[in-house]
């Protein structure tokens, strides 16, 4: 067992849909979500990322069983239907959440967007969060952001556990500094997602989609990089992300037991990749948000 292997996460996302350019079916079913999650029980991998809005995962997820694991899950307050938008509602949300997963307490809870914080449900979300805490139906409570501003604005209105962001070659705005320095201010988790840039990063040169033909300075960085350093795209998303001691966790997600394997080998390899990933890397918006990535 690699006690490396406690920071990653599984994301579940495909197991109830197609997600990222390297999805090779509409979802993962049963017998595939067992190996999968057998297979990271044994290596060490115990924590798992889920959500309401991920198809048939939490149901796929309860099916199989993952009361051995950390869970975390996400939601919108949007997802509640406008009737039940009161404290008892999104309780009963969550219970439901935990009778699919057939789980007890979720590890995090957090929420899709901070717009959600920021806006009229600001009160309604808090008052329930501690509520869910007393309950002990949840460790801790965060939110899933896409800039630092988000950050610095939740936290003037409440207290976070929690905060899932992009990390990634490109995207390093929550490496800076002040970002970590508010994250241990606050005694905040800084989670990992979308190391791999949606799949983007793993593609060959030649399968590129062309709609990405204008970040072609970027990623052809990123391919000389990968070749003066002689590493496979996974061995070098992997290796970026390792080497960031102040990630907790790491999150990614897979569409097959052996794409699992894959992502543990290279994750093992890690140790002896003694590569300097340039500072020089000044974000590209465009690029690293995927809500902006052009539709064709």
């Given amino acids: 067992m690699n006690s490396l292997f406690n920071k990653l996460t599984i994301g579940t996302a495909q197991f109830g849909q197609a997600y990222g350019f390297n999805s090779t079916s509409t979802n993962v079913n049963n017998e595939q979500a067992l190996k999968i999650i057998n297979y990271c029980y044994v290596n060490g991998i115990r ?28 939601f919108c307050i949007q997802d509640i239907g406008s009737q039940e938008r009161t404290e008892k509602g999104i309780l009963s949300f969550v219970q439901e959440s935990l009778r699919r997963l057939k789980i007890h307490k979720l590890d995090s809870l957090l929420l899709h967007r901070s717009e959600d914080l920021l806006g ?42 929690v905060i899932q962001a992009p990390v990634n070659f490109f995207d390093r705005r ?21 190391i791999f840039l949606q799949g983007l990063l793993l593609l060959e040169k030649a399968k590129i989609p062309k709609k990405f033909l204008k970040f072609s300075d970027e990623l052809g960085l990123w391919h000389q990089f990968l070749a003066e350093n002689n590493l496979t795209p996974l061995q070098a998303c992997l290796a970026f992300v390792l080497t960031q001691q102040e990630l907790s966790k790491i999150i990614f997600g897979i569409d097959s037991l052996e794409q699992l394997m894959e992502i543990t080998s290279a994750a093992s390899e890690f140790i002896d ?11 590209n918006n465009n690029l690293i948000d995927p809500r902006l990535w052009p539709s064709s």
């Fill in 273 to 283: 990749i003694k590569t300097k990933f340039s500072e020089n890397i000044i974000p």
């Fill in 47 to 74: 924590s798992i990322d889920t959500a309401h809005a991920y198809g048939t995962s939490e149901n796929i997820l309860g099916k199989i069983g993952v009361n051995k694991f950390s869970v975390n899950s996400k």
């Fill in 174 to 194: 929550f490496l800076d500094s002040v970002v970590i320095e508010k994250c241990k201010d606050h005694q905040i988790e800084l989670h990992a997602r979308s």
């Fill in 120 to 161: 009229p449900s600001q009160n309604l979300i808090i008052s329930t969060m501690n509520t869910l805490k007393e309950k002990n139906l949840i460790s801790k409570f965060g939110i899933s952001v896409y800039t630092p501003e988000e950050i610095f604005q939740c936290l003037e209105v409440c207290d976070l556990d």
